[in-house]
């Protein structure tokens, strides 16, 4: 994760020595070569960031992302639920139920 952050920021140095501790070895060109051919190929020829067609491309491939079926039919079977959990106030209960259930007993004992 660190690598990818350092190599995001064009940080390469700083991304060799995080996989050296990752991996535990001297030997990271390789994977580090591979990062990078990646990240070349991901953001096309020119490679810096404030290139403006690569962040219209990281833009429509985030809206095209949020809008696939691939995201929205988890999103829309979690959130639904989680969304009329919290209209119904089942989340306060469950912050309050010890409490509930306390002056429960503390009422039904004689």
């Known amino acids: 994760m660190l690598t990818h952050i350092a190599m995001r920021n064009f940080r390469i140095q700083e991304a060799k020595e995080n996989l050296v501790w990752l991996r535990d070895t001297t030997e990271v060109n390789c994977e580090l070569d591979e990062i990078l051919n990646r990240r070349k190929s991901l953001m096309g020829s020119d490679s810096s960031p ?15 992302t949020l809008f696939s079926q691939r995201f929205l039919k988890p999103f829309i079977a979690v959130g639904i639920p989680r969304m009329l959990m919290f209209l119904t106030g089942v989340a306060n209960l469950i912050m309050f139920i010890v409490n509930v259930f306390q002056v429960r007993i503390n009422y039904s004992k004689p």
């Open 50 to 64: 404030e290139n403006p067609t690569t962040i219209r491309a990281k833009v429509t491939r985030m809206r095209d």
